[in-house]
């Protein structure tokens, strides 16, 4: 099982880019990443997946390096909404065990 | 669209006693689990099921029972609830060639007195 790594908080600005690393040493050939996001009192909510170079979709972009150790994902011009848990998630449809996520706290 | 429907969402109950959270999905989702988050921390993996019949332990089995007799229902149930698994309690489904791409419940709030 790959255990992932990521920072504990981040804070930013309106208007900002948000790039949020996380690490996965030990990620198998047949592990995806997965990013989610997380408000208090909801359930998380997916956000990005990839599995090698980049991916980008409406809300964010997944960038994975050729040994696929470690994935960045970022945030274009976050706004006070932004402001949220995320998860970084390494595996399959398996036994899928979440890290303990970054808190982003974005200002005005 | 109902997606992953928990109930009950909010639940009390005494140390000793016993309850099912149940979960269900109407997307036709081989995968299914339940993960426990409590105050502050991430979710942690208690119990999973890959399909009808099969279930398997995540990271934090022990006081907590799963069935899974049905595509569509994975409940929980606690056995002799104890004032540790106080927390808020999430169902999650996935599909099969979706590889980790989760479904999340609203959540159920269980406190243990």
Known sequence: ?108 | NAGVTQTPKFQVLKTGQSMTLQCAQDMNHEYMSWYRQDPGMGLRLIHYSVGAGITDQGEVPNGYNVSRSTTEDFPLRLLSAAPSQTSVYFCASSSQTSAGELFFGEGSRLTVL
Request: proline share 6%.
């Open chain 1, 1 to 108: 099982l790959a255990k992932t790594t990521q920072p504990v908080s981040m804070d930013s600005y309106e208007g900002q880019e948000v790039n949020i690393t996380c690490s996965h040493n030990n990620i198998a050939t047949n592990d995806y990443i997965t990013w989610y996001q997380q408000f208090p009192s909801q359930g998380p909510r997916f956000i990005i997946q990839g599995y090698k170079t980049k991916v980008t979709n409406e809300v964010a972009s997944l960038f994975i390096p050729a040994d696929r150790k470690s994935s960045t994902l970022s945030l274009p011009r976050v706004s006070l909404s932004d402001t949220a848990v995320y998860y970084c998630l390494v595996g399959n449809t398996d036994k899928l065990i979440f890290g303990t996520g970054t808190r982003l706290q974005v200002f005005p």
